[in-house]
């Protein structure tokens, strides 16, 4: 089946270092769409990215990410961390074929100190 | 996010029946039930597209989804089980445009 792997656990940074959060899929399709998601703390998930353009950079509220076909990647990228970018980000998968279900990876904390 | 809206926002429940209520007027025609239970992702649970239940993730029998028209969900919970504890959302979206679903505020269920 389908299966997102993220940067494992708490990445700490501290403000004004840039973020990288990794987000590797598995999938038998060819046209995955992909996603990342951000949740603060009891908050409901918000989409923040998606693609499925292959090589082509996105971009919004800072972040950005380039869906990598040949390596299967899709890592979240930021020049520089703000204090209240601390939250959880999830990378998400979905297969092509219109089943609209989201494989969810595990989650990733983000911690911005000052 | 206000354009989803579910009720009730918080539920405690011994051995209950419940029902959790969520209602989009985005247009949109997927509606979703999501599970996610503490320092876990999402989980789908149902998902409905024009009215018509599509996906039927693994789930207890005790939970019963209704979806009465296209801008309204239900989540019937029977018997509780403490496993049950989590936040339960709604989320909805334009199925064939791939859009990614938007996630309403939640139902934190908690079971005693």
């Known amino acids: 089946g389908d299966s997102v792997t993220q940067t494992e656990g708490l990445v700490t940074l501290t403000e004004g270092l840039p973020v990288m959060l990794n987000c590797t899929y598995q999938?038998?399709?060819?046209?995955?769409?992909l996603f990342w998601y951000v949740q603060h703390l009891n908050e409901s998930p918000r989409l923040l990215l998606k693609?499925?353009?292959?090589?082509k950079r996105t971009e919004h509220q800072g972040f950005h990410a380039t869906l990598h076909k040949s390596s299967s990647s899709f890592h979240l990228q930021k020049s520089s961390a703000q204090l209240s970018d601390s939250a959880l980000y999830y990378c998400?998968?979905?297969?092509?074929?219109?089943?609209?279900?989201?494989?969810f990876g595990q989650g990733t904390v983000l911690s911005v100190i000052p | 996010n206000t354009k989803i809206t579910q009720s009730p926002r918080y539920l405690i429940l011994g051995r209950a029946n419940k029902s959790l209520e969520c209602e989009q007027h985005?247009?949109?025609?997927?509606m979703y039930w999501y599970k996610q239970s503490a320092e876990k992702p999402p989980e789908l649970m149902f998902l409905?597209?024009?009215?018509?239940?599509?996906r039927n993730e693994t789930v207890p029998s005790r939970f019963i989804p209704e979806c009465p028209d296209s801008s309204k969900l239900l989540l019937h919970i029977s018997a509780v089980d403490p496993e049950d504890s989590a936040v339960y959302f709604c989320?909805?979206?334009?199925?064939?445009?791939?859009?990614?679903?938007?996630f309403g505020e939640g139902t934190r269920l908690s079971v005693l």
């Open positions: 989320a909805s979206s334009l199925r064939d445009n791939n859009q990614a679903p938007l």
């Open positions: 999938t038998i399709y060819s046209n995955p769409f």
């Open positions: 693609s499925f353009t292959d090589n």
């Open positions: 998400a998968l979905e297969a092509t074929g219109g089943n609209n279900k989201l494989t």
């Open positions: 985005l247009g949109h025609n997927a």
């Open positions: 409905y597209n024009l009215k018509q239940l599509i």
